[in-house]
Every structure is written in structure tokens, then in C-alpha cells.
């Protein structure tokens, strides 16, 4: 009896053989199929050499200058290419029905935030309305946290208010998670730094610093701060928050921060200045695609504002 006329007598292979037959054949060569894999080409080629054993096939037509599939090799790489993607597709489902079996929630906060100044709060509300939901909580930066809201990585991300045009853009829903006083962080020998409260209308000549990664920051100035004929002039451009943090001392310039920013006191020649008729703070973002039961009941413990 010839291989293949008794179930019983299939071969035994393995998905990562398939895989690495599969890449071969995309990438025309071991080398660069070695390469993707992060592999060596030796054993990308023993790994070929063992499928054709096991197979009882010839998969390829080696020559020195060429690497072609046989017409055995054709039929199975169009059969398991489509198979692999079906029995991906098929393990994402059961990853998503464990999940939520599970009962997990999976929550991106920033890492430039107070994390205890808010998130306590949330988190005993959310235990009272579900407590068979349990909380996976990372911490990330800001652009960090939106990519990874877009890949699926997270339920629902922690981030500053400003960031909500981003988020808009992606088409993502947020709604506000903490709201706090707005302040203005200036350097100590800033005219302004005496003042024991600011408001929206005596920023109109001030000069302002930004974080670079983003035209949000900026355009949520505009927002809070035209309709009091404030022009918003950029003077200095830092790199990230934590720049902000630990290096901003400017004696001619000023920065809008919340007051769940993690202001490091003891390293700044700072003070910061609450502007009575602004507030702002963190926002919660979710996207509305994803119809997890237990994200749909943290929405619910959101502050209503």
C-alpha cells in the first residue's frame, strides 16, 4: 500500500514546517526565507529536507541558480496557505472566546501620569459594578499607547485630553476619565510665576512650548484659548513629556499641563500656576468596533461630564 491510500498512514508534520515551506516559496530562496523566519538558511534547509522525507515528496527543482516548486509542491503549497489562514483565523476566535470566558480587560495608561491620582478611583468602581472582570493594566507612552489600541493589543487606553483629535482620526470613541484644574507650568523667574491663579484671557501674550510628536497639543490650545484673542506662539519644541518633565525652565515661555501630570518637582526650577476657567485631564479611548461585555461596563463607571 502507497503512502496516502491508508489515514493512517498520513505524516506526521507540524504548522511550523508548514510555515517555513510556505516562506520559501514567497521569498524564492532559503536565504531570504531565512532572513523573515530569523533563521539560519541551514535550518530553513533541514527543516525542507525533513517536510520531504516525512512527505515521501519532492517539493522543489534545486539548481544552483534557481529554486522552482514541482507540481507536487504547487498543489500543496496552494492547499496549505489557505489552510494555515483558515487555522489562524480559527485560533484568533478561540483566543477571543478564552478571553472573554476570562473575563479580562486589557488597559494601556500613561506612563507620564500620576497613576495614583486617578486610576484607584476608576478601578474600585469598576470592581463594585463587575467584579468577575479582572483588569490587565501596562503602562505606556502616549504615541505608544494609540498603536496599540490599533493593533488590538489594548481594550481601552488612559490618555491626555489633547490627544483626542488623534483618536478621532482613527476612529476611536473616548469620553473623559478624570478632569482636574488646568495649570501653567512656568519657570521661576517667569513675570507670571508670582500669581496665585491665571485666567484664559491674560495668556493672550504668552509664549507657549510644545511637545513635537504631535499637532494635537497645539490645536487644543487653539481651542481653549482663541476665543479669548490668545495667539498661540510656539517658542520651543521638546522631544517628549519626560523632556517636559525634567527639563523644562524657561524664564520666557509657559506649558498647559493637567494636574495628573506627573510633575517632578524635585528636579525642575518650576512653579505651576492654576488657570481658573480651564480644565482638562485624562481621557478614556475605546474602539467602538470592539464589543467586549466588560468594556462596555467600564464605559458605564466613566465619570459623566
Not at 38 to 55: D, F, G, N, P, Y
Not at 57 to 77: C, D, N, P, Q, W
Not at 146 to 167: C, K, T, W
Amino acid at each position: 500500500m502507497k503512502r496516502g491510500e491508508s489515514m493512517q498512514q498520513l505524516p506526521v508534520i507540524n504548522t511550523q514546517q508548514m510555515n517555513i515551506f510556505l516562506c520559501v516559496v514567497e521569498k524564492h530562496g532559503f536565504a531570504k526565507a531565512a532572513t523573515s523566519l530569523h533563521m539560519t538558511q541551514s535550518a530553513v534547509s533541514k527543516s525542507i529536507a525533513r517536510l520531504e522525507h516525512e512527505l515521501e515528496i519532492e517539493l522543489f527543482h534545486r539548481t544552483t541558480r534557481s529554486l522552482e516548486l514541482t507540481a507536487a509542491g504547487k498543489v500543496l503549497y496552494e492547499h496549505w496557505k489557505k489552510d494555515l489562514v483558515s487555522l489562524n483565523k480559527s485560533y484568533q476566535m478561540a483566543l477571543q472566546v478564552e478571553n472573554e470566558n476570562h473575563q479580562m480587560l486589557k488597559i494601556g495608561v500613561l506612563s507620564t501620569a500620576r497613576f495614583d491620582s486617578y486610576f484607584p478611583k476608576l478601578k474600585q468602581a469598576f470592581v463594585e459594578q463587575a467584579p468577575e472582570v479582572n483588569l490587565d493594566v501596562a503602562i505606556r507612552y502616549v504615541t505608544d499607547l494609540i498603536d496599540a489600541l490599533d493593533n488590538g493589543e489594548f481594550d481601552l487606553v488612559i490618555i491626555p485630553d489633547f490627544v483626542r483629535f488623534s483618536a478621532m482620526q482613527k476612529g476611536f470613541s473616548w469620553q473623559y476619565a478624570a478632569v482636574g484644574q488646568a495649570y501653567l507650568l512656568l519657570g521661576k523667574n517667569h513675570p507670571l510665576a508670582g500669581r496665585k491663579s491665571l485666567k484664559s484671557a491674560e495668556l493672550k501674550d504668552l509664549n507657549f512650548v510644545t511637545v513635537h510628536e504631535t499637532e494635537d497639543y497645539r490645536r487644543d490650545l487653539e481651542e481653549r484659548l482663541s476665543p479669548y484673542g490668545c495667539e498661540i506662539r510656539v517658542v520651543q519644541v521638546y522631544k517628549t513629556a519626560y523632556d517636559v518633565r525634567y527639563l523644562f525652565n524657561s524664564d520666557d515661555a509657559g506649558i498647559m499641563i493637567d494636574s495628573f501630570f506627573d510633575y517632578a518637582n524635585e528636579f525642575s526650577d518650576c512653579v505651576k500656576v492654576p488657570i481658573e476657567d480651564q480644565r482638562n485631564g485624562l481621557i478614556c479611548v475605546w474602539d467602538p468596533a470592539n464589543k467586549k461585555e466588560g468594556l462596555k461596563k467600564f464605559i458605564e463607571i466613566l465619570p459623566k461630564i
